[in-house]
């Protein structure tokens, strides 16, 4: 990918650093298909605290066993919630470039997708979308911040 300022450059390949067989233990078969969901789904920050953030290694979009009680949780409220519609935002640290950090995003959303759906939400119901590094919660260059921003973050329909 092409360099972007003063940015270091991130050589890795996006599609080689995910899952293990290990790590999709919880998933049901391929891929799953992206559904269309209705236009006028208004998406809002969930009060309830089963929806943490769950957050992700360095240049890597596998779900960390310390954030799978997260999902297991959230996949009990969807389930408990019929007609509630979920959007997950994947989140990047700053490092690496725009294009990378979106490819990136994209793959963590799409983890977490996976993994509820593996847990029994239904497919259609989940959105994702990548915010790359656009987004950041935490604004220093610190590992501590980078640390904060490599997540995943989930919004609930009204």
Known sequence: MAGCGSKP???????????????????????IPLSETPDDIVYVEPTNPEFQNIHFEFDRYVIRD????????????????????LLIEGHCDERGTNEYNMALGEQRALAARRYLVGLGVDAGRITT??????????????????????????????
Do not use: C
């Open 9 to 31: 450059e991130v050589e890795t390949d996006v599609t080689d650093m995910g899952e293990t067989e290990d790590d999709t233990s919880a998933l049901t078969g391929e891929d």
């Open 66 to 85: 310390v954030d799978k009680p997260t999902l297991e949780r959230i996949s009990g409220w969807m389930q408990d919630h019929e007609g509630t519609y």
């Open 129 to 158: 979308v990548s915010y790359g590094e656009e987004r950041p919660i935490d604004p220093r260059s610190t590992e501590e911040a980078w640390a904060k921003n490599r997540r995943a973050h989930f919004n609930i329909s009204q």
